[in-house]
């Protein structure tokens, strides 16, 4: 096992604008180059065709998993299926952040799922304050709630200014996904 990170904080992407999953995998991308190891686990992004999916499982030291039904979710309240999946997705969070042997945990969108409801933030607030000293834990997604912000050590907000979206340019393959 490499060297460990004498003290792991909380980093929080949040924010309307584009770039939130883009900089954690920067981040984890860094670790990885650095010998650390990463996990990330994406709420609500299962079965969807992104480019990152390609690239990661031959990245030394880094595991993903998705969670979702390759939807967005849109309903309210959310459908079962959907409530099951985070639900599978936030137990792993718990066993790979409690079991320490990831430097860096990335929970990819787990702030939209708490605003959905489909966990409750009080869990995520324990899950925050179990952490082992040396994780590093990423929360990313829109609507972050003000309880994971004001424990977080590091909260960045991306704000759209200008989107390609809004003049008709469609989602490209190798650069939105």
Known sequence: MGQRL??????????????????AFGLALRAVGRGLKVY???FIKGGFDYGEL???????????KAFGRGKFVTD???????????????ELAREVVNGGEYDVVILDEINVALHLKLIET??????IGRKPKHVELILTGRYAPSEVVEL????????????????GVSPRKGIDY
């Open 54 to 64: 390609y690239v990661v499982e031959r990245l030394p030291n880094f595991r993903l």
């Open 152 to 167: 977080a050590d590091l909260v960045t907000e991306m704000k759209e200014v200008k989107h390609p979206y809004t003049k």
């Open 76 to 90: 309210f309240p959310p459908t079962e299926d959907d409530v099951k999946l985070a639900k599978e997705a936030f």
């Open 6 to 23: 004498e003290r792991g904080l909380i980093q929080v992407y949040t924010g309307d604008g584009k770039g939130k999953t883009s900089a």
């Open 40 to 42: 990330m686990i994406q």
């Open 122 to 127: 009080e869990e995520v607030v324990d899950l």
